[in-house]
Structure formats: structure tokens, C-alpha cells
């Protein structure tokens, strides 16, 4: 059974920088799309970043390019997230998901094909 846990969230003030790890057990990194998610109480979930374990395409959305950049390292079967020049309106709760396949293209609702996800992180961005 694939598992996914995402940890490394926090409180951190405008302008610092934060790195999400999400932890995959029961899964090789041979062929997984896996991707970052996060929700704000009250709003639909918005999908930030994504990468293919087969081929390491990275995918990011605008609201975060530039500052977000997603990495995976297939060894210890772990993605990460670095966020930089974070804004307070990055608070919210991140999330990773995974699912057998390769993204090839930038969807911003990838994260509906998704299969498996983690219980989220929360991420406090103080002005």
C-alpha cells in the first residue's frame, strides 16, 4: 500500500524560506507522477508543482514559479518542496499526492487524477 508523508511545515515570516518533504513508502519511484497541493479553509484546493519520477519533469504554477521549485530523490523515494520569498498568502495546509504515471504536460487541476495523498502540513506565512 503506497503511504505518503508530508512534513517540514511551520511558522515562518514573509520573505524566509520553508522545505516540505513528503516520505513515500510502499512504492519504488520507477514511473509516479507525484505532486504538491495546498488548501486554504474555505477554498477548493489549488495544485502548485509536479514531477515525474521516470523522467524528473517539474511542472510548477504561476502563482508559485519562481519561488517554489519541486525536487525528488528517487533513492530515499522522498519529493521534496523549497519555498522561498514566501508570502503570507502561502499559508495554508500543503499536501502531496502520487499516482502511477508521467504528467507531460502543466494542468493546474492535475491533482483530480491523483490517487494517493498524504494528511497535509500546515505552512503559516506571518507578515
Known amino acids: 500500500e503506497v503511504q505518503l508523508q508530508a512534513s517540514g511545515g511551520g511558522l515562518e515570516q514573509a520573505g524566509g524560506s520553508l522545505r516540505l518533504s513528503c516520505a513515500a513508502s510502499g512504492v519504488t519511484f520507477d514511473d509516479y507522477a507525484i505532486g504538491w497541493i495546498r488548501q486554504v479553509p474555505g477554498k477548493e484546493r489549488e495544485g502548485l508543482s509536479s514531477?515525474?519520477?521516470?523522467?524528473?519533469?517539474?511542472y510548477h504554477a504561476d502563482s508559485v514559479k519562481g519561488r517554489f521549485t519541486i525536487s525528488s530523490d528517487n533513492a530515499k523515494t522522498t519529493v521534496y518542496l523549497q519555498m522561498n520569498s514566501l508570502k503570507p498568502e502561502d499559508t495554508a495546509v500543503y499536501y502531496c499526492?502520487?499516482?502511477?504515471?508521467?504528467?507531460?504536460?502543466?494542468?493546474?487541476?492535475?491533482?483530480?487524477?491523483?490517487?494517493?495523498w498524504g494528511k497535509g502540513t500546515q505552512v503559516t506565512v506571518s507578515s
Open positions: 499526492a502520487a499516482t502511477r504515471g508521467t504528467i507531460r504536460r502543466w494542468l493546474p487541476s492535475f491533482h483530480y487524477g491523483m490517487k494517493y
Open positions: 514531477i515525474s519520477t521516470s523522467d524528473g519533469m517539474t
